[in-house]
T-cell receptor, first 115, second 113 residues
Framework: NAGVTQTPKFRVLKTGQSMTLLCAQD?????MYWYRQDPGMGLRLIHY???????AKGEVPDGYNVSRLKKQNFLLGLESAAPSQTSVYFC??????????????FGPGTRLTVT | LAKTTQPISMDSYEGQEVNITCSHN???????ITWYQQFPSQGPRFIIQ???TKVTNEVASLFIPADRKSSTLSLPRVSLSDTAVYYC??????????????FGKGTHLIIQP
């Protein structure tokens, strides 16, 4: 049981390049989330999904797209990377089986640098 | 949305009890209070959750007064390994929505020998 895994762990992009971050969970969780964390800013929610085939915007969605084609995977895409997207990205998942606040399980993070 | 206010940082010593208070004046009736812990270079980890009065688990205690406008995370006999950022969240996931459940900047707790 690996929990939540993220690929890649590190990445350096040039401005204007695109990339996709992959999040996978093996806990059969319904909900999945993408956050970014910048120094001194805490975690901010980018997008989330309440189930396969669904996505919704979070607090800071601009410049990102997501897809949830399979229940276990949640992809975060950057179509045209900008230096402002330099950050650590965390994926998380949670289950509907333990309300009211569904405990979130986090991945190890992806450190992205855009030059 | 229930906004939370926590101290930016706190210091303590090994073996002491540490109390971190979170203010949430506009907490809604259905909101729960949840605390997460984050070590450097790792994702946050769930610590404890409560609605009112007191909740205790193997890691911490959570004290919530009757008016629920604040809450206190209590860590008994801390060690160096408790040095981390602690986040207070107030809200509820309803039908999958993430309204109100923002992590904020957290409290950076530093434990000294």
């Amino acid at each position: 049981n690996a929990g939540v895994t993220q690929t890649p762990k590190f990445r350096v992009l040039k401005t204007g390049q695109s990339m996709t971050l992959l999040c996978a969970q093996d806990m059969n969780h319904e909900y999945m989330y993408w956050y970014r964390q910048d120094p001194g800013m805490g975690l901010r929610l980018i997008h989330y999904s309440v189930g396969e085939g669904t996505t919704a915007k979070g607090e800071v969605p601009d410049g990102y797209n997501v897809s949830r084609l399979k229940k276990q995977n949640f992809l975060l895409g950057l179509e045209s990377a900008a230096p402002s997207q330099t950050s650590v990205y965390f994926c998380a998942s949670s289950s509907t089986r333990d309300p009211p606040h569904y405990e979130q399980y986090f991945g190890p993070g992806t450190r992205l640098t855009v030059t | 949305l229930a906004k939370t206010t926590q101290p930016i940082s706190m210091d303590s010593y090994e073996g002491q009890e540490v109390n971190i208070t979170c203010s949430h004046n506009n907490i809604a009736t259905n909101d729960y209070i949840t605390w997460y812990q984050q070590f450097p270079s790792q994702g946050p980890r769930f610590i404890i959750q409560g609605y009112k009065t007191k909740v205790t688990n193997e890691v911490a205690s959570l004290f919530i007064p009757a008016d629920r406008k604040s809450s206190t995370l209590s860590l008994p006999r801390v060690s160096l390994s408790d040095t981390a950022v602690y986040y207070c969240l107030v809200g509820i996931y309803s039908g999958g929505g993430a309204d109100g459940l923002t992590f904020g900047k957290g409290t950076h707790l530093i434990i000294q020998p």
